[in-house]
């Protein structure tokens, strides 16, 4: 590999009021090497490359690239100097198509016609040396997320990049595109191109990198050789103290809590769900896992009262409930925790206590004659906060100013303080950090140990095998047979997941 | 009842429909480069009584017809100054500014008109723009007269459309534009200022609109009075919608609404006896909401259209 130094980061401070997100960071990248910079949420990697692409101004410290002084707070010179980012959320026009996504700005604004064909050459080009294949006349919002990433590169390549910056790559992509994203990441630095990718997956760095950038508060905690580290060291520190997730213990379970028999549910003439029949008892978890997509949000809808199936019955502990309401269902002590935390789990303008007792406002606890019981209602978040850990907020406090990991200990709190007999738990630690993911299986676990039926979706592989007593797979609407934890392998998992299921038992 | 349809075969109907249309094409055109960036400008109605106003005084002071088209259009890009300072720079609600901008200009038009013409029992006049035969296509049967013996003015604006058309489709800063009005942050990221976008979209946007109320006073009529514009400013902004933000579609739409316009003019001659005349005043309105329902359902709204853009923010 190439010594010679592309981009140098030089002692970069950065403070936020009093608050330092980047103290002092140095760091070094050098031709055809792909970089991970790896921390917890809050560890300062965002604002580091953001410092870097132009979008923020530093207090203190310089970028080089390529030897050269880059004036800060000045995008168009970063991406002149040959710097490409991919942000966490697209920068994407989705009515447009991919061509012109990737034209705009690429020539002087006051030429007479676009000269678009000329444009498609070189967006082929780049698509064939890459394998980045997208149809460059597609309407953007038309396309899957992977797809859009593409995009976002291609962009990126086609403005030249020699050094390309990814925020979070994977965060949203699906496993399979997330492997094929990695590929792609390999064959440009084999072409000599310099890549940076943000990350707190450990697994991703591990696969993916040379080299390793570990920031923790702000300031770079270690560098390693990716070949000469382990996940175990990475972890700790990231983290600052050995995280283990938690394991699940042996328990006896007690009778059947939730029973779903042969629910289905269409949308106009799709059918979405159909078939699903399942059981969980008492103090035990079912998993289920699958490719996103295959009907897991409308399974989680469904249970939770937001959907009703069109055929079928849902019962807990016997009584029917598939056309009760979501409030209905939390007056029978069932918690939910939804898939997309931000917009289903909590109202993001609200504070904090108003978001632990907006399920229960009717509740003799939290209102009385029409008339909310502030007080109560900020006592009763209080204590959730101290219970499960809730940093970086009081009850007054908005809800959209804490991390995803802190929001979502709040909404799990929020249903384990009421002692559920049932929690469905949807996607519960998607985009978290290690830290948070243990907290959070933390108390899963409690909520299993005291009782509750738990039904885990995700596609976190090690997080349903971990914590889940029995697993299902989710595969164009129908479930799978149920297969216990112990007899499954990841062969299994996903051939299941594929939706082949003969041979099951 | 062949009454009603005959209505439709007479030339003096389809040469009117060009007439009545040509505020509403420049009008809409002006409100549609607005929200193609990504401005909603209800400041529309006011600024075209402003233009109106303007240009006619001016030509009644003495310039010539065309100078007094200039003077609308250098007046209404100075409104859409305003109006992107409010809503660009300070993030302003888009409907609240732009209503007030619509006050404002229709009672300062109002207040100006008469500092410069004291009360009169009949208004002054100026002698108007003069219909221009083109060649040939003016001694066509029918089709010569009902479309080919208009004022410039009505050349000008089926030319801006088409431009229009071809700039946003085409061009480099059109795409700048659009891009601009769908994901200000996309358009940041690839180095082209939204902001400079903006602001240029929304003055030459006003430009127009200012223009299209000269029209009226230099074109289609001779003399100004406040209440002309009749919400013309307000069907433009609905026609925005029926063309989908499609330039080629504005003209359709205002030919279309125009269209409605003059036949009830016709129908009160025919059945004004018969029905109250308001009833006819209401039509065009009416077969506009229909219109537009037919239409825009499943039209691509500019997604970022009323969302302010702030640097760094996301």
Known sequence: ?????????????KRFGSFAANDNISIELRR?????????????????MNILFGHYVPDEGEVFIEGRRISHGKPKEAIAAGVGMVHQHFSLAKNLTVIENVMTGTEPLFGLKSETAKAKRKLKELEDKFGLVVDPDARVGDLSVGEQQRVEILKALYNDARILILDEPTGVLTQQEAEGLFDTLRTMAQDGLSIIFISHKLNEVMNGSDRVVVLRAGKVTAERDTSETSKEELAELMVGRRVERPVREEASFGDVVLRVENVGLSAGLVSRLSDINLEIRAGETLGIVGVSGNGQAALCDVVAGVLHPDQGTISINGAEVQNLNPRDLSNMKVGRTPEDRNTQGA????TLWENTVLERIKDPRFSSRGFVKKSEGRAYCKDLIDRFDVRGGTPNSRISRLSGGNMQKLILGRCLAEHPVFLLAAQPTRGLDEGAIAAIHEDILIARKAGAAVLLVSEDLDEVVSLSDRIMAIHGGKLSPAVETEHVDSRKLGLMMAGEWGGLS | ???????????????????????????????LLCERAGVLNLGIEGIMTFGAMIGWLAVFNGVDLWTGILVAAICGGVFGLLHAGLTVTLGLSQHVTGLGITLFA????????????????????IEPFQPVDIPVLSNLPFFGEAFFTQTAPTYLAIAVALFMAYFLAKTPMGLAVRITGENPHAAEAQGVDPIV????????????MAVGGAFLTLSAFNSFFPTMMQGRGWICIALVVFSTWKPGRAILGAILFALFDA??????????????YQLFLMLPYILSIVALVIMSRGARVPQALMQPYRKGER
């Open chain 1, 1 to 13: 590999m190439a010594e010679h130094v592309v981009l140098h980061l030089d002692s970069i401070t």
């Open chain 1, 32 to 48: 055809g090497e792909v970089v991970a910079l790896l921390g917890e949420n809050g560890a300062g990697k965002t604002t580091l």
């Open chain 1, 347 to 350: 109202v993001g303008e609200l």
């Open chain 2, 1 to 31: 009842m062949t009454d009603l349809i005959e209505i439709f075969f007479t030339v003096g109907l389809w040469a009117s429909v060009l007439r009545i249309a040509t505020p509403l094409i420049f009008g809409t055109l002006g409100a």
């Open chain 2, 106 to 125: 229709s009672s300062f038009s109002y207040y100006i008109f008469r500092i410069a013409i004291p009360a009169q029992n009949t208004p002054p006049t």
């Open chain 2, 197 to 208: 976008i903006r602001y240029g979209a929304v003055i030459a946007g006003s430009a127009m």
């Open chain 2, 263 to 276: 036949y009830q003019l016709r129908l009160q001659n025919v059945l004004g006896q018969v029905v109250p």
